[in-house]
């Protein structure tokens, strides 16, 4: 017998337009529960909606939700926070964001709360905390949160660049709200009973669950194939096989979801493995309007009325 969704699924669904008529619109991310503190390029708050759409749409709860690329988590703490799978399986390969990831379902994720309430954020004080470097992995991730709140676009990158001017001109302190972050992160520690969080390779984790026919996979690489120089500025682990990515999606027993820039290259690798697409209207984090792509097995859920699946 199929298990059902938690309750509050069809609450925040309430919010959004039906399926068939909202991929060309953007949707509101300030409707969006906000459950994770990173700031991530590439985040997927504005997918949300449409997740719950997809993972609602299936026949009966999954028993294991994994997401092989977790970054900023939003997805996956979604899915904790709603019920929507019996046990979900976060993958991250960046040491940084990893640490960040491990403090706050430990038993420390107090402490890294405590730890950026208390903190005096200038440039001086941020500077000289980064400076003396960080030996344990409740110090790494509290520099990584740290950059990710004030460094341009939360990008943590080899490169990238402090916040200048900032919202209304204040600089570093224009996304560093500690009282908000202390919430995320306690909010998070919370639900560590419902995830599993693995710091190593999400296509080796792919590959070691293709055969669970009771798992599902949300897929969102951390770079596309559209370019190495865009990738690199924004993540330090941007140089994926994007072709044995989908060679090893086409394998797993159970149901996915991937998301991707639209290049054409990735619909090629789409069409190849016999795969329906979508695009799907999102802002990136200049606010500028862009599609995305929606890839799976099976896009009926989103409704045909406004927007064709490509061939």
């Given at each position: 017998m199929a298990k059902r969704m938690a309750g509050s699924v069809s609450d925040q669904l309430s919010l959004f337009p039906e399926p068939e008529n909202d991929l060309e619109r953007v949707v509101n991310v300030a409707q969006?529960?906000?459950l994770s503190p990173f700031r991530y390029p590439g985040g997927k708050t504005w997918l949300i909606p449409r997740f719950i759409r997809w993972i609602r749409?299936?026949?009966?709860?999954?028993?294991?939700?994994?997401e092989p690329f977790s970054g900023g988590g939003i997805v996956s703490l979604t899915a904790a926070n709603m019920q929507l799978a019996d046990h979900i399986t976060m993958v991250e390969l960046d040491q940084d964001?990893?640490?960040?990831?491990?403090?706050?379902?430990?038993?420390?994720?107090?402490?890294?709360?405590?730890?950026?309430?208390?903190?005096?954020?200038?440039?001086?004080?941020?500077?000289?905390?980064?400076?003396?470097?960080?030996?344990?992995?409740?110090?790494?991730?509290?520099?990584?949160?740290?950059?990710?709140?004030?460094?341009?676009?939360?990008?943590?990158?080899?490169?990238?660049?402090?916040?200048?001017?900032?919202?209304?001109?204040?600089?570093?302190?224009?996304?560093?709200?500690?009282?908000?972050?202390?919430?995320?992160?306690?909010?998070?520690?919370?639900?560590?009973?419902?995830?599993?969080?693995?710091?190593?390779?999400?296509?080796?984790?792919?590959?070691?669950?293709?055969?669970?026919?009771?798992?599902?996979?949300?897929?969102?690489?951390?770079?596309?194939?559209?370019?190495?120089?865009?990738?690199?500025?924004?993540?330090r682990h941007f140089n994926l096989d994007h072709e044995e990515l989908f060679r090893i999606t086409a394998t797993v027993a159970g149901q996915f979801l991937m998301t991707y820039n639209d290049a054409e290259g990735v619909r090629d690798l789409a069409r190849t493995h016999g795969f329906k697409m979508r695009t799907v209207a999102m802002k990136n984090t200049h606010h500028a309007e862009m599609k995305e792509l929606l890839i799976g097995r099976n896009l009926d859920w989103l409704g045909t009325q406004l927007n064709k699946e490509i061939e």
């Open positions: 969006v529960t906000q749409s299936l026949s009966s709860r999954p028993a294991h939700f994994i964001v990893a640490a960040v990831w491990q403090i706050m379902l430990s038993d420390h994720a107090e402490w890294l709360a405590n730890e950026i309430v208390n903190f005096d954020l200038t440039v001086e004080t941020m500077a000289a905390r980064i400076k003396a470097g960080a030996q344990t992995v409740q110090e790494i991730g509290f520099q990584t949160m740290l950059k990710n709140r004030t460094y341009r676009g939360g990008i943590l990158a080899p490169g990238a660049g402090v916040l200048k001017y900032g919202e209304n001109g204040r600089g570093i302190q224009s996304r560093w709200y500690p009282e908000t972050l202390k919430n995320r992160i306690l909010k998070v520690a919370t639900l560590r009973d419902r995830i599993t969080f693995i710091h190593g390779d999400g296509l080796q984790v792919m590959r070691d669950n293709a055969h669970r026919k009771d798992a599902v996979f949300f897929i969102d690489p951390p770079y596309t194939a559209a370019g190495k120089k865009a990738g690199s500025r924004l993540y």
